[in-house]
């Protein structure tokens, strides 16, 4: 009993905003994380602010067309990206199609998690390329607008880029 009272007393006495209590690292202002799979709801993009968890994935080119046999239609994409902190893998490609809230796909690197049919978004690290397919539930419009973005391991998040399908 008496730990716990003791615990609970640590926790309102030393982690406070404006308390920085004994070894309990207050301080500061809250910084707001999102979710990794926020359906578009993060609109920060940019380099992280926070300072601890790195900087930002950047998109320098992206290319892609449409594999017009599947059905539904998809589009095949090949994102070329650098990030600083070298941690892609397990972060996340996020796609908006027209405004749309975005999609969010796993980067995976096969080497690391093995040959797999589930594969989301395959990551080359040597290459500094993620791939990923769009699948389009209304057709094939050939002028749609793509917009994507990439989150790295520690949520960092790219600036977005805009990309239509040839």
């Not at 809230?101 to 796993?106: D, L, N, P, S, Y």
Request: hydrophobic letters at 35%.
């Amino acid at each position: 009993m008496r730990t716990g009272i003791t615990f609970a007393l640590l926790v309102v006495l030393g982690c406070g905003e404006q308390s920085a209590g004994p070894g309990m690292g207050g301080g500061g202002t809250p910084t707001a994380v999102s979710d990794l799979n926020d359906n578009g709801q993060d609109n920060s993009g940019g380099d992280d602010t926070g300072g601890a968890n790195g900087s930002a994935p950047v998109i320098s080119g992206v290319s892609g067309s449409w594999d017009g046999d599947a059905d539904p239609p998809r589009v095949l994409i090949a994102i070329d990206v650098s990030d600083p902190d070298g941690d892609l893998h397990n972060g996340k490609v996020g796609i908006s199609v027209d405004g749309s809230a975005e999609e969010w796909f796993v980067i995976q690197d096969p080497e690391m998690d093995g040959a797999s049919d589930f594969i989301e978004a395959l990551y080359d690290p040597e290459a500094g390329q993620v791939e990923v397919t769009a699948e389009l539930d209304d057709g094939m419009p050939m002028d749609v607008s793509l917009t994507l973005r990439v989150k790295d391991a520690a949520m960092n998040v790219s600036d977005p880029y805009d990309f239509t399908p040839q």
